[in-house]
Each structure stands twice: as C-alpha cells, then as structure tokens.
C-alpha cells in the first residue's frame, strides 16, 4: 500500500493571494478551503460568491470547506446555498491532533491504546 494514496491536499485561504482559480486549475488538489474573509461580504455577494464556488468545485470534483464559521445563522445560510463542510471556533476551537483522536477514538474506529499511539506518532 502506497501512503501518498491516502494523502489529501488541500488548497488553503482559497480566494486570498496566491490561493486563486490558478492554483486551482494548476495543482492536483482534492479540497478547497475558502479564506474566512468571505463570511464578510454583504449578504447579495456573500450568497452569490458561496453557491457560485459551491457549483464550481462540485463540477471539478473538490470537496468546499468553508472556514471562519462562528454561529448557527452562517451555517443555515451556507447550506442553503448548497455547502456542506464548514469549519470554525462555533464548530470547535483548534486542539492538538492527540487530543482530538483521544476523544474521538469510538467515532474513528480506534479500539485500543497502540492504535492511537500508532495515530500521533
């Protein structure tokens, strides 16, 4: 089994920078995360921005995160205009990667305590 095969990439700030439609169009990347920022916007161009890049990255095969989400009206509007992964401090706040497997080790299929040392080392 080769690990690269179970490596995702995703392009982060989506929308910011150098993290445009060229590095989505010129990378092999199988996620886009858009910048925070955009929850920002006035409503008419927040829901135009959102079910727009919904479209286009359901038609290129990319999964959409939308980040920066910080209480339930964003995520009720957000699914509205079709998306379906959001991330944010309303969601949880950042923790280390061995406490969020220690917590969701049921949820995760990890039954015993080798398996989630095999995750965090």
Same mark, same amino acid.
């Given at each position: 089994?080769?690990?690269?095969d179970?490596?995702?990439?995703? &392009?982060?700030?989506? *929308?910011t920078g150098?993290?445009?439609?060229?590095? +989505?169009?010129?990378?092999?990347?199988? !996620?886009?995360?858009?910048? !925070? *920022?955009? &929850? %920002?916007l006035n409503?008419? =161009?927040? /829901?135009?921005?959102?079910?727009?890049i919904?479209?286009?990255?359901?038609?290129l *095969?990319l999964?959409?995160? +939308?980040?920066?989400?910080?209480?339930?009206s964003?995520?009720?509007?957000?699914q !509205?205009?079709? =998306?379906t992964? =959001?991330? *944010?401090?309303?969601?949880?706040?950042?923790i280390?990667?061995?406490?969020f497997?220690?917590?969701? !080790?049921?949820? &995760?299929?990890?039954? %015993? /305590? /080798?398996?989630?040392?095999?995750?965090?080392?």
């Amino acid at each position: 089994m080769n690990l690269l095969d179970h490596v995702k990439v995703a &392009l982060d700030d989506f *929308g910011t920078g150098l993290n445009n439609f060229d590095a +989505v169009f010129n990378y092999d990347i199988d !996620k886009v995360k858009t910048d !925070k *920022g955009f &929850l %920002n916007l006035n409503n008419e =161009v927040r /829901e135009v921005f959102f079910s727009s890049i919904c479209s286009i990255t359901e038609k290129l *095969g990319l999964d959409l995160v +939308v980040e920066g989400i910080e209480n339930s009206s964003e995520i009720v509007a957000l699914q !509205k205009l079709g =998306v379906t992964t =959001v991330q *944010g401090f309303y969601i949880s706040k950042p923790i280390p990667f061995k406490d969020f497997v220690s917590s969701h !080790k049921n949820s &995760l299929g990890i039954i %015993n /305590e /080798e398996n989630i040392a095999n995750c965090i080392s």
